[in-house]
C-alpha cells in the first residue's frame, strides 16, 4: 500500500492533481478559522464546548458538517451544504418537473443549465440560511443557545452597529459558501475526487 502512494507521486499529472487538491483544502481550511468581522467566537466556542457533553443536538450535527467554522463564526459557516441541498432539489424536482426532466437529458448543454440553476438556488439557500444564523445570533441568542445568561458569556457580537453588522455578515457567509462552492467545482475538475 506504501508502495502505491509513492507511485502516485512520480506520475506528473497525478502529483500535480494531487497537489492542487490539497492546496485547495488548506485554503477551505484557513476560511474556516476566520472569523466574520464584529463577531466574538469566545461564547459560540462555550457553548459548543458545554453542549458537546449534551450529545451537542442539531447544531453541534451542523458544526461537524462545517468542519467547526460555525464553532468560530467563521466566514465559511455555511459550508458545502446549502450547494448539496439545491443540488438534491433540483436532482428530484427533475423526476417531476417536465422540462427540468427534458433538460437533464439534453447532454452537455442541459448539464451545464442544470449546473446554472444550482448555483442560483445554491446562493437562493444560503442567503435563507445566513440570515436565520445572524438572527438567531444576534436578535435571539437564547434561541441558540439554550438557557443562554448573557452575564455569564460575553457578548457574541462586538460590532457597534448591530444592522450593519447583520448585513456585511449574511454578505460574507454567502460569499464564503459561494467559495467553497467554487473550490469544489475546481477540486472536481482539476484535483482529484468529487
Avoid: H
Avoid at 33 to 62: E, F, R
Avoid at 147 to 165: K, T
Amino acid at each position: 500500500m506504501l508502495s502505491a502512494f509513492t507511485n502516485c507521486f512520480k506520475i506528473p499529472e497525478l502529483r500535480q492533481r494531487i497537489m492542487l487538491t490539497l492546496g485547495l483544502v488548506f485554503i477551505a481550511r484557513v476560511g474556516a478559522a476566520i472569523p466574520l468581522p464584529g463577531i466574538n467566537p469566545a461564547p459560540l466556542q462555550a457553548y459548543y464546548a458545554s453542549s458537546s457533553s449534551d450529545g451537542g443536538g442539531l447544531i453541534g450535527l451542523y458544526n461537524m458538517f462545517t468542519g467547526g467554522a460555525m464553532m468560530q463564526g467563521a466566514v465559511f459557516a455555511l459550508g458545502i451544504m446549502p450547494y448539496i441541498s439545491a443540488s438534491i432539489i433540483l436532482q428530484l424536482m427533475g423526476a417531476v418537473v417536465p422540462s427540468l426532466a427534458r433538460l437533464m437529458q439534453e447532454g452537455e448543454m442541459g448539464r451545464q443549465k442544470i449546473a446554472q440553476y444550482t448555483r442560483y438556488l445554491t446562493i437562493l439557500i444560503a442567503a435563507v440560511q445566513a440570515i436565520l444564523m445572524m438572527y438567531a445570533i444576534i436578535v435571539k441568542p437564547q434561541t441558540l443557545f439554550t438557557g443562554f445568561n448573557p452575564a455569564e458569556y460575553a457578548p457574541i457580537v462586538v460590532a457597534s452597529n448591530v444592522p450593519l453588522f447583520f448585513l456585511t455578515s449574511v454578505i460574507f457567509l454567502i460569499t464564503g459558501c459561494m467559495i467553497m462552492m467554487w473550490l469544489g467545482e475546481q477540486i472536481t475538475q482539476r484535483g482529484i475526487g468529487n
